[in-house]
């Protein structure tokens, strides 16, 4: 009897124990650096729990940061939108669920800087997308930055000079970045540098990306190559490369443009950039695609032993139309299991027009399979740089780098969502925003 009650005064101890509400104090918000948008939340607890933030501008759209654990926090905010008024809570978290909530805080977000991008939005008012757009500038100073629907920003970041070309999405709520030509970082939208890799052999160039296999990450990047030539007043051609790095940042494969072709034996026109690589992407089955602009070609690229497996355009291993030939193209990348789509620039020369080309290959049989163009006002025409991606639903995303302009249109054509700035793109990025929170 005497143990039933010891007992049973433990419980009710420990009851109360666990009943004591977590007070949350020394609560304070922080910009603590210019050249981000993300604000800081610090408080502390009572005692040690699992907190994250509830936050928004409009209470019909409530915005969650990531779960922290400890009982000192700093946890991040970082989709704001500029000049706006938000409010958030802390909320304590249990098995998922929020068993606790502070009071009410609020505060404003700082107005954009001076110099950022100047935009001019002419939209659908039937049409919107429930995602934000990834951008970067080619000016000094380098930003990126997001922007909603309704083309506001809500997210950037600033660098201290001009980026390097090269950036991309990354798996999981982050972008692959390259913060000078040697170097190849991945970064979390809150800021966190997850990856870094500083070359003292290789300048990158034009394309950079991530990608797993066998649940393992890997880093690719276009490199310059080059290849002594000594002829017509030249004495070295520049071409190009691939290498590839593992998550430790260990170099694990490259490849050499000039151990596969050598200039004097094809008919590409010699000169001192020859074969301009500015895309790369992983096909279905782990081989690399690469797009060679002065070639007006895809190249397949054995991933194992670097052999040339096909060549896709003008003169190449699959017979085309007219009306599937591209030119100068940008952004190859598959889109499905069985189809690509790239960024067809078109040609001063053969066709002052502008489109997304999408198709499939039999490439066991050389066929190529037209599947779709979705072609840009003639007035958009985008002699060079540039991409396409799809948003879903039919919808396409184009970047017309040399008239400024983003573009959104539906699988006709019809422009649904029309951005002027008076900076200039090399890419855009569709980021579904269920891959955010």
Same mark, same amino acid.
């Given at each position: 009897?005497?143990?039933?009650?010891?007992?049973?005064?433990?419980?009710?101890?420990?009851?109360?124990?666990?009943?004591?509400?977590?007070?949350?104090?020394?609560?304070?918000?922080?910009?603590?650096?210019?050249?981000?948008?993300?604000?800081?939340?610090?408080?502390?607890?009572?005692?040690?729990?699992?907190?994250?933030?509830?936050?928004?501008?409009?209470?019909?759209?409530?915005?969650?940061?990531?779960?922290?654990?400890?009982?000192?926090?700093?946890?991040?905010?970082?989709?704001?939108? !500029?000049?706006?008024?938000?409010? @958030?809570?802390?909320?304590?978290?249990?098995?998922?669920?929020?068993?606790?909530?502070?009071?009410?805080?609020?505060?404003?977000?700082?107005?954009?800087?001076?110099?950022? !991008?100047?935009?001019?939005?002419?939209?659908?008012?039937?049409?919107?997308?429930? &995602?934000?757009?990834?951008?970067?500038?080619?000016?000094?100073?380098?930003?990126?930055?997001?922007?909603?629907?309704?083309?506001?920003?809500?997210?950037?970041?600033?660098?201290?000079?001009?980026?390097?070309?090269?950036?991309?999405?990354?798996?999981?709520?982050?972008?692959?970045?390259?913060?000078?030509?040697?170097?190849?970082?991945?970064?979390?939208?809150?800021?966190?540098?997850?990856?870094? /890799?500083?070359?003292?052999?290789?300048?990158?160039?034009?394309?950079?990306?991530?990608?797993?296999?066998?649940?393992?990450?890997?880093?690719?990047?276009?490199?310059?190559?080059?290849?002594?030539?000594?002829?017509?007043?030249?004495?070295?051609?520049?071409?190009?490369?691939?290498?590839?790095?593992?998550?430790?940042? +260990?170099?694990? $494969?490259?490849?050499?443009?000039?151990?596969?072709?050598?200039?004097?034996?094809?008919?590409?026109?010699?000169?001192?950039?020859?074969?301009?690589?500015?895309?790369?992407?992983?096909?279905?089955?782990? =081989?690399?695609?690469?797009?060679?602009?002065?070639?007006?070609?895809? $190249?397949?690229? *054995?991933?194992?032993? &670097?052999?040339?497996?096909?060549?896709?355009? /003008?003169?190449?291993?699959?017979?085309? +139309? #007219?009306?599937?030939?591209?030119?100068?193209?940008?952004?190859?990348?598959?889109?499905?299991?069985?189809?690509?789509?790239? @960024?067809?620039?078109?040609?001063?020369?053969?066709? /002052?027009?502008?489109?997304?080309?999408?198709?499939?290959?039999?490439?066991? =049989?050389? #066929?190529? =399979?037209?599947?779709?163009?979705?072609?840009? !006002?003639?007035?958009? @025409?985008?002699?060079?740089?540039?991409?396409?991606?799809?948003?879903? *639903?039919?919808?396409?995303?184009?970047?017309?780098?040399? *008239?400024?302009?983003?573009?959104?249109?539906?699988?006709?054509?019809?422009?649904? $969502?029309?951005?002027?700035?008076?900076?200039?793109?090399?890419?855009?990025?569709?980021?579904?925003? /269920?891959?955010?929170?």
């Amino acid at each position: 009897m005497i143990l039933h009650k010891r007992y049973s005064f433990l419980i009710f101890l420990f009851i109360i124990s666990c009943s004591k509400k977590n007070n949350f104090n020394k609560v304070s918000i922080s910009l603590p650096n210019y050249n981000h948008s993300k604000y800081h939340v610090n408080f502390i607890s009572d005692f040690s729990t699992s907190a994250k933030i509830s936050y928004w501008k409009d209470k019909n759209q409530v915005l969650f940061s990531s779960t922290n654990k400890g009982d000192s926090f700093n946890i991040v905010l970082p989709y704001l939108k !500029p000049s706006s008024s938000y409010s @958030f809570k802390i909320n304590e978290i249990s098995k998922s669920s929020i068993i606790n909530s502070s009071v009410l805080y609020s505060f404003k977000t700082r107005d954009l800087p001076s110099f950022f !991008p100047n935009f001019n939005l002419i939209k659908d008012s039937l049409f919107s997308f429930d &995602g934000y757009l990834l951008f970067r500038t080619q000016e000094d100073p380098g930003i990126q930055f997001m922007m909603d629907d309704s083309g506001e920003i809500v997210w950037y970041n600033i660098a201290d000079t001009v980026l390097s070309r090269p950036f991309n999405k990354g798996l999981n709520n982050t972008y692959i970045s390259l913060s000078k030509k040697n170097i190849i970082n991945e970064i979390s939208y809150e800021g966190d540098t997850l990856f870094s /890799k500083t070359s003292d052999k290789h300048i990158f160039h034009h394309d950079i990306l991530k990608f797993l296999d066998k649940e393992k990450s890997y880093y690719v990047g276009l490199t310059y190559e080059y290849y002594k030539y000594y002829k017509n007043d030249i004495d070295s051609i520049m071409g190009d490369g691939i290498v590839v790095y593992d998550e430790k940042g +260990e170099k694990v $494969w490259t490849w050499n443009i000039f151990n596969h072709s050598k200039p004097d034996e094809e008919e590409f026109l010699i000169r001192d950039d020859w074969s301009h690589a500015n895309g790369i992407d992983i096909d279905s089955d782990g =081989n690399y695609l690469i797009s060679f602009r002065n070639f007006d070609q895809i $190249w397949k690229v *054995n991933s194992v032993n &670097g052999d040339v497996i096909w060549r896709l355009g /003008k003169n190449g291993d699959f017979n085309l +139309e #007219n009306k599937e030939i591209f030119y100068q193209q940008h952004a190859i990348h598959k889109i499905d299991s069985s189809h690509y789509m790239l @960024f067809d620039n078109g040609s001063s020369e053969y066709r /002052k027009t502008s489109r997304a080309l999408v198709f499939s290959l039999d490439e066991k =049989n050389k #066929n190529f =399979n037209y599947s779709k163009s979705i072609f840009l !006002p003639d007035s958009l @025409f985008t002699f060079k740089q540039g991409s396409v991606y799809s948003m879903g *639903n039919n919808n396409y995303l184009f970047s017309s780098s040399v *008239n400024n302009k983003t573009i959104i249109s539906d699988e006709t054509g019809k422009i649904l $969502w029309n951005l002027s700035s008076d900076h200039s793109f090399y890419r855009v990025y569709y980021i579904d925003k /269920k891959k955010l929170f």
